[in-house]
């Protein structure tokens, strides 16, 4: 017996209106379950292109844009490309220097009541490593969630590294918080020009003030890119619980 699935289906549309300064974007998902909007957004550029301006729909800036969601930086935090929210962003991009902000109205989160959030991620780019903060913001009449991060790249020879922390604080009620802590850190080992190895290991503790709750996952994956956009993967994932759900 066997069984064919087909996962996910997206394309893509970039359209320029006016050369180097004024353009637009989409992002559609057509499958499984029918037409579903990710991004669309109109972004207006400087005359130098270091400045810009985009409203719509769009990813959140913050943190590391990981491929695999199930990742603990990306599952604690809610931001991943399962989620976009709408509103406006800008940024700088120069050199070295890469900053973005942006202001949205929370729909992304899926909470009636949320009233918006502030988003930022600035990174600083050298050709051997890399360097950034994050923060967001986000006001809700349930709780409000405030999380800082810091992420960074390292390239040692044939392997990038890649490592991310993130604190996360819940407001659960008026002057209770809880906090939280996800950390990640990756090694990517490039060889025979098309095959890359990927280890890594997630760690994620929900509740800094209870003693041994935290979750642990180690994961290997070898994946093959024969030719442009066509990519396989195989892989294994062991998960570590808390003492109580091993």
Known sequence: MSDTDFNRGNFYLEATLIPNILSIYVDEQFSPDGLENREAYLRLNSRDTKWFLAAGEFYLPYGLRLQDDTAFVRQATGINFATTDRGVQGGYDSGPWSVIASVTDGSGTGQ???????????????????????????????????????????????????????????????????????????????????????LSYDYLDPNLDITEDHQVRYSIVWELSPIQFFQTRVGYRLYDGIPQVD
């Open 112 to 198: 009636d009541s949320a009233n918006g959030q502030v988003s930022m991620v600035a990174s600083y780019v050298q050709p051997t490593w890399r360097a950034g903060i994050s923060a967001n913001r986000f006001d809700d009449d349930s709780g409000d969630r405030t999380m800082f991060g810091l992420f960074g790249g390292l390239k040692t020879g044939p392997v990038a590294w890649l490592a991310e922390i993130d604190s996360i604080s819940d407001q659960i009620s008026p002057g209770v918080t809880t906090d939280a802590f996800a950390g990640l850190l990756e090694a990517n080992w490039t060889f025979l020009g098309r095959n890359n190895l990927k």
